[in-house]
């Protein structure tokens, strides 16, 4: 079967440090997307992990465990926009298994 | 060519109507897919294009739903006798196939569908 986890809500304040946690079991597996989704528009391209690792862009890095079938988004120095869904997608037999996405509130 | 690019953006019908909605993918990409997404979810795979063939349809695509890409460049998302079932977010989305850049989806704005 396939199926992601990952948790509905998460509230952080302006200015600290948020992990968002992505567990997925999917048949075959090519990589793993993170994706930014603010209340009605289409998502965001944030990361894709392939390897085993932490991968860092700016304030946003993302890391995957393939052995354990485990992903985290992790947002530095929090800002008011960040406040969206993050959508945890993994890449395999069919092109994009989405999670339910983790609705973020960032407060001041 | 800046972006995915998707007709209309919102859509209202009446049940038992038929609906068509047009995409618009980043000009190089030959990979093309359609997602629905509802209220606090995130989007479900529908179907998708490498060029003009469909190479993969998911059990969501009911028969009243059908894709085309007829030349490999835009494609169309029919939805015939719609049910208020159907109302949804209908995302398209279109990638590369070179290199990594092959797995990077970027997405249309999407068409909101309401069935009344």
């Known amino acids: 079967g396939q199926n992601i986890d990952q948790p509905t809500e998460m509230t952080a304040t302006e200015g600290a440090i948020v992990q968002i946690n992505c567990t997925y079991q999917?048949?075959?597996?090519?990589?793993l997307f993170w994706y930014q989704q603010h209340a009605g528009e289409a998502p965001t391209f944030l990361s894709y992990?392939?390897?085993?690792g932490l991968e860092e862009k700016g304030r946003f890095s993302s890391f995957l465990s393939r052995s354990k079938g485990y992903s985290y988004l992790l947002l530095k120095e929090l800002q008011m926009k960040d406040s969206a869904s993050y959508l945890c997608?993994?890449?395999?037999?069919?092109?994009?298994?989405f999670g339910k996405g983790t609705r973020l509130s960032v407060i001041a | 060519d800046t972006g995915v690019s998707q007709d209309p953006r919102h859509k209202i019908t009446k049940r038992g109507q038929n609906v068509t909605f047009r995409c618009d993918p980043i000009?190089?990409?030959?990979?093309l897919y359609w997602y629905r997404q509802t209220l606090g979810q995130g989007p479900e795979f529908l179907t998708y294009?490498?060029?003009?063939?469909?190479?993969?349809k998911s059990r969501l695509l009911s028969d009243r739903f059908s894709a085309e890409r007829p030349k490999g460049s835009f494609s169309t998302l029919e939805i015939q006798r719609t049910e208020q079932g159907d109302s949804a977010m209908y995302l398209c989305?279109?990638?590369?196939?070179?290199?990594?850049?092959?797995?990077?989806?970027?997405f249309g704005p999407g068409t909101r569908l309401t069935v009344t």
């Open positions: 989305a279109s990638s590369s196939l070179r290199g990594r850049a092959a797995y990077e989806q970027y």
């Open positions: 999917t048949s075959g597996f090519n990589g």
């Open positions: 992990n392939v390897l085993d």
């Open positions: 997608a993994a890449s395999g037999n069919t092109p994009l298994v």
């Open positions: 000009s190089e990409h030959n990979r």
């Open positions: 294009f490498q060029n003009e063939a469909q190479l993969e």
